[in-house]
Protein backbone atom coordinates (compact mmCIF):
# COMPACT_ATOMS: atom_id res chain seq x y z
CA UNK A 1 0.00 0.00 0.00
CA UNK A 2 3.22 2.31 1.01
CA UNK A 3 4.66 2.60 -2.42
CA UNK A 4 1.27 3.48 -4.08
CA UNK A 5 1.24 6.29 -1.69
CA UNK A 6 4.36 8.13 -3.34
CA UNK A 7 3.93 10.80 -6.06
CA UNK A 8 6.47 13.11 -7.62
CA UNK A 9 7.88 15.51 -5.29
CA UNK A 10 7.56 13.18 -2.51
CA UNK A 11 11.04 13.28 -1.47
CA UNK A 12 11.60 16.82 -1.48
CA UNK A 13 8.49 16.96 1.15
CA UNK A 14 10.38 13.88 3.41
CA UNK A 15 13.68 15.49 2.91
CA UNK A 16 12.75 19.14 3.94
CA UNK A 17 10.74 18.26 6.80
CA UNK A 18 13.63 16.18 8.09
CA UNK A 19 15.99 19.72 7.45
CA UNK A 20 14.03 21.21 10.26
CA UNK A 21 11.06 23.54 9.87
CA UNK A 22 10.96 27.38 10.32
CA UNK A 23 10.07 28.51 13.45
CA UNK A 24 6.97 30.81 12.64
CA UNK A 25 3.20 30.75 12.80
CA UNK A 26 3.44 28.84 9.27
CA UNK A 27 5.89 26.14 9.27
CA UNK A 28 4.06 24.75 6.83
CA UNK A 29 3.59 27.27 4.13
CA UNK A 30 7.11 28.51 4.84
CA UNK A 31 8.32 24.80 3.99
CA UNK A 32 5.77 24.36 1.58
CA UNK A 33 7.37 27.85 -0.40
CA UNK A 34 11.00 26.19 -0.22
CA UNK A 35 9.63 23.69 -2.48
CA UNK A 36 7.43 26.25 -4.53
CA UNK A 37 4.19 24.32 -3.22
CA UNK A 38 1.53 25.82 -0.72
CA UNK A 39 1.50 24.76 2.81
CA UNK A 40 -1.93 23.48 2.63
CA UNK A 41 -0.20 20.38 -0.08
CA UNK A 42 2.45 19.96 2.06
CA UNK A 43 0.34 18.95 4.94
CA UNK A 44 -1.98 16.50 2.02
CA UNK A 45 0.76 15.38 1.07
CA UNK A 46 2.52 14.70 5.00
CA UNK A 47 -0.49 13.16 5.91
CA UNK A 48 -1.21 10.94 3.02
CA UNK A 49 2.55 9.69 3.73
CA UNK A 50 1.89 9.09 7.40
CA UNK A 51 -1.30 7.19 6.46
CA UNK A 52 0.50 5.14 4.47
CA UNK A 53 3.11 4.50 6.78
CA UNK A 54 5.72 5.59 4.94
CA UNK A 55 6.17 8.81 7.47
CA UNK A 56 5.91 7.47 11.21
CA UNK A 57 5.62 11.12 12.94
CA UNK A 58 6.50 14.22 12.95
CA UNK A 59 9.00 15.09 16.17
CA UNK A 60 11.68 18.20 17.14
CA UNK A 61 14.99 17.97 17.84
CA UNK A 62 15.24 19.92 21.10
CA UNK A 63 18.75 21.94 21.63
CA UNK A 64 18.56 20.52 25.40
CA UNK A 65 22.37 22.04 25.87
CA UNK A 66 21.27 25.92 25.28
CA UNK A 67 17.81 24.96 28.00
CA UNK A 68 20.45 23.74 30.88
CA UNK A 69 20.36 20.06 30.02
CA UNK A 70 23.84 20.13 30.40
CA UNK A 71 24.12 15.88 32.00
CA UNK A 72 24.34 13.85 28.99
CA UNK A 73 24.75 10.27 29.72
CA UNK A 74 24.18 7.11 27.48
CA UNK A 75 23.82 3.84 29.10
CA UNK A 76 24.99 0.70 27.75
CA UNK A 77 23.73 -2.72 29.02
CA UNK A 78 24.81 -6.16 28.70
CA UNK A 79 21.51 -7.68 28.56
CA UNK A 80 20.26 -10.95 27.27
CA UNK A 81 18.62 -10.86 23.96
CA UNK A 82 15.33 -12.62 25.24
CA UNK A 83 15.14 -10.03 28.21
CA UNK A 84 14.77 -7.19 25.59
CA UNK A 85 11.15 -7.10 24.60
CA UNK A 86 10.19 -6.38 28.59
CA UNK A 87 13.91 -4.47 29.68
CA UNK A 88 13.63 -1.77 26.50
CA UNK A 89 10.34 -0.82 27.32
CA UNK A 90 10.34 -0.41 30.73
CA UNK A 91 13.44 1.39 30.46
CA UNK A 92 12.22 3.94 27.80
CA UNK A 93 9.11 4.28 30.30
CA UNK A 94 10.95 6.23 32.99
CA UNK A 95 11.38 10.15 32.81
CA UNK A 96 14.30 11.00 32.21
CA UNK A 97 15.54 8.46 29.93
CA UNK A 98 15.12 10.17 26.16
CA UNK A 99 16.23 7.83 24.17
CA UNK A 100 16.39 3.93 24.47
CA UNK A 101 17.09 1.23 21.52
CA UNK A 102 18.86 -2.21 20.76
CA UNK A 103 22.08 -3.09 18.77
CA UNK A 104 23.70 -6.01 18.16
CA UNK A 105 26.47 -6.46 20.49
CA UNK A 106 30.08 -7.71 18.95
CA UNK A 107 31.17 -11.40 20.55
CA UNK A 108 34.31 -10.81 22.61
CA UNK A 109 34.77 -7.14 21.95
CA UNK A 110 31.63 -5.18 22.89
CA UNK A 111 28.61 -6.91 24.90
CA UNK A 112 26.56 -3.84 25.55
CA UNK A 113 23.05 -5.04 23.28
CA UNK A 114 20.50 -2.15 25.17
CA UNK A 115 21.26 1.15 24.85
CA UNK A 116 19.72 4.60 26.72
CA UNK A 117 20.04 8.37 26.74
CA UNK A 118 19.59 10.23 29.76
CA UNK A 119 19.03 14.30 29.32
CA UNK A 120 19.64 15.95 32.94
CA UNK A 121 20.57 19.37 34.03
CA UNK A 122 23.23 17.88 36.34
CA UNK A 123 25.27 14.84 37.00
CA UNK A 124 23.27 13.83 40.56
CA UNK A 125 20.13 14.93 38.42
CA UNK A 126 21.12 11.73 35.84
CA UNK A 127 22.54 9.70 38.42
CA UNK A 128 18.93 9.66 39.71
CA UNK A 129 17.30 8.22 36.59
CA UNK A 130 20.35 5.69 36.27
CA UNK A 131 19.46 4.61 40.12
CA UNK A 132 15.67 4.58 39.14
CA UNK A 133 16.98 2.22 35.82
CA UNK A 134 19.19 0.35 38.14
CA UNK A 135 15.83 -0.77 40.38
CA UNK A 136 13.84 -1.70 37.54
CA UNK A 137 13.32 -5.68 38.14
CA UNK A 138 14.91 -6.75 34.53
CA UNK A 139 17.56 -4.43 35.53
CA UNK A 140 19.35 -5.66 38.90
CA UNK A 141 22.66 -6.64 38.78
CA UNK A 142 22.91 -6.14 35.38
CA UNK A 143 26.53 -4.98 33.73
CA UNK A 144 26.41 -1.43 32.36
CA UNK A 145 28.41 1.15 31.55
CA UNK A 146 28.01 5.16 31.69
CA UNK A 147 29.34 7.26 29.26
CA UNK A 148 28.94 10.89 29.58
CA UNK A 149 29.32 13.23 26.66
CA UNK A 150 31.91 16.05 27.31
CA UNK A 151 31.17 17.77 24.37
CA UNK A 152 29.28 18.50 21.44
CA UNK A 153 29.70 18.24 17.89
CA UNK A 154 26.33 17.98 16.06
CA UNK A 155 22.75 17.76 16.38
CA UNK A 156 20.27 17.20 13.67
CA UNK A 157 17.70 14.65 12.65
CA UNK A 158 18.20 11.68 9.98
CA UNK A 159 18.19 13.02 6.49
CA UNK A 160 16.95 10.46 4.26
CA UNK A 161 19.21 11.38 1.15
CA UNK A 162 21.32 14.35 -0.11
CA UNK A 163 19.41 17.24 -0.81
CA UNK A 164 20.66 17.40 -4.49
CA UNK A 165 19.55 13.62 -5.02
CA UNK A 166 16.07 14.45 -3.16
CA UNK A 167 15.51 17.96 -5.47
CA UNK A 168 15.79 15.78 -8.34
Not at 2 to 17: P, T
Not at 100 to 129: D, F, K
Request: net charge positive; hydrophobic share 45%.
Amino acid sequence: QGQWALRAGDAGVRQEVTGGMTISPTPLAALGASLQRSGADVLTRSDALSTAGISSRLGVIVRHRALGWSANAMIVWDLPSEVITEAGPALAALNGVTLCYERRPVSGIWPYRLYNMIHARSRTEAQEVLTQARALPMMQDVPHKVLFSTRCFKQTGALISDRKEAAA
